[in-house]
């Protein structure tokens, strides 16, 4: 029901497109300009954040407790490149999530500030405001507020490394002048600005604004544009969308080619999670340990190898794939998919993937001839959005002022 829902909301957006009159012109303009505030100016209402999303594509939800405006925007902007916010001063958020790198990291699995390696790789930022539930298989974090604790405070593993009170952290952050106005004008109200409650409020919003809509395909599909993309390319979106071969957008539908999303008018979207037959080892557990994906939450043998399907957008930006970075290419993606889950010869990891109980039945398999490979490929090339992985309102605004 819910993947009929995401094939057909693709369609609305397919034929949206084609009847805004508007859309060439919103490819001209920059997306997410933040205001330029300057900090400490006493203002009596904080000034609305201003949305730059062109048709046909919604705005994300936003909490009622924790609206938009554009000075909280700059100062969850500030916080993010912030290594005061790691215990050991050594890491940003950003660090994790480079923009250049499609605000993942290129390793397979991420390192803590004190050298933990998380079980799991980093994961892109891309549209992360539209996700119903954050982290690669954790169906009870359903907030950027509530997900921002996890690497502030989190311990298995460690990745900011604050201690859980975050009493530490606040003082560091009162000690630093320039905090105080970027949090007064962010908070007007709040007495007690500089809180962990407000950096967490802060942090969400600076990544609410983290959206990709400006992609080649974007311009190809709904700017109407015929050229924007490769020969090859459309080739590859033909494959992606063809039920019997790539099969692809059934699990990574919609205009942001993922998993079902929430938005301004549709809040209720519950998270899907797909086995994809990346691993079969023999046992009652086919995944790796501690990486059993949604059982770790359920519990239920059923939901061994279940994960999120991410966006692709920005795809060919954010190698090494998966939840554990265990795929280096995006040919060893399709590869994995077209053998309908990958076989692992030999070693602790070994098993036929194809076989595994739990997999999904839209992981086929589908025979890859002459170019097939190579324009999967292109398509997902053309979801690379060079204007919001330069978008300068997303960079570190401390550069030169440390
Ligand atoms: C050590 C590297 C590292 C640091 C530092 C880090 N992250 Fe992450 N981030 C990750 C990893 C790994 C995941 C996947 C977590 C999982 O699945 O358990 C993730 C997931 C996320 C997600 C979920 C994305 C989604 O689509 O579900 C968000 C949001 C996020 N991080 C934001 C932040 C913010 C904000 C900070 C700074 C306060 C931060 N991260 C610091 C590595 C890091
Ligand atoms: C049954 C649902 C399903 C289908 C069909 C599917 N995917 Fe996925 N995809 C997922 C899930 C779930 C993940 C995360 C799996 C994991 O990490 O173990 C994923 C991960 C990916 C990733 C890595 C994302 C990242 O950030 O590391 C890429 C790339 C990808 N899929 C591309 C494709 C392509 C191309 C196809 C079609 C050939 C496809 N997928 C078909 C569900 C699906």
Redesign the pocket.
Known sequence: MRRGLTTLSALVFTLGAVCVASALRWLDRPVATVASVAPGRASAKPEPYVWDIPAPFPRPPVPADNPMTAAKVLLGRHLFYDARLSGNGRLTCAACHTPSLGF?DGREQAIGSTGDVHPR?S??LTNVAYNPAYN?ADPTTTTLEAQVLVPLFGTSPVEMGHAADGAELLQRLKTDPRYRPLFTDAFPDDTAAISVRNVARALASFQRTLISVRSPYDRYRYGGDRNAISDAAKRGEV??FSGQ????????GGWNFS?GIRHERDTLTQAA????G?YNLPGGTS?PSP?T?LHVHTGLPGDV????????RN?AE????????S?AT?ED??DH??AGGRTIAQGPRAGVGHDNPN?????HG?ELRGTDRAD?VAF?QSLTDSTFLGNRAFSDPWRGRR
């Open positions: 993942a790789s994961m892109t690669w494959i992606f071969r790539g099969g692809c957008f059934q699990c990574h998993g999670f797909f086995n994809t990346l995944y990486n994906g190898g279940r994960f999120r399907a991410p966006t692709l795809i954010t190698a090494p794939y998966m939840h554990d970075g795929l995006l993606v399709i998919y077209a997999k999904a039945p839209a992981v589908f999967l997902l």
